[in-house]
């Protein structure tokens, strides 16, 4: 049995290791071995978990990428298999065209492609754009794979 070609929030939920409204994906569109394309609006959400007093900031917008990243890693696993654990090292090159993403109509588009990578780190480029293709954020990120977090020992 193959990963499917398209998914719903639900079906993401089940992929990455974001539930409830911190899983800001809404829809899985398409995706390769090499890149993905979600969409969502839970940018435009009351109860969305990044908003701030200040509104939804647009530097969220590398967690809504990295949200599509983690995704493609759940996609890209061996069926049956756990996905690899990681976490989003580094981000670089971010480029941000708006002060927030609150106010913006229609749904956002999530783009990852990956670039390099091997079992311990992957390179990915991404983009956020809105419903006419404005660019909203793009960026590098480095997402490392399978490292323990290191455990406090008592003496």
Known sequence: MTAPQTLDQAGIA?????????????RLESWDTNAIHCTTGTHSHADNPL?????????NLI??????????????AAEGSEPSAGFLASARNVRLAVERI????????????RISGDVSQILYEFAVKDAHGRPLAEGRAVVVLNTPLALETSS
Do not use: F, K, N
């Open 63 to 76: 967690e809504y990428a990295a949200q599509a990243m983690a995704l493609h890693g759940g996609l890209l």
């Open 102 to 113: 609150d106010d913006i109509a229609g749904a956002l588009h999530v783009h990852a492609q």
């Open 14 to 26: 089940r992929r990455i290791p974001h539930s409830g409204t911190m899983c800001l994906l809404e």
């Open 51 to 59: 908003r701030t007093a200040s509104g939804l900031l647009s530097p």
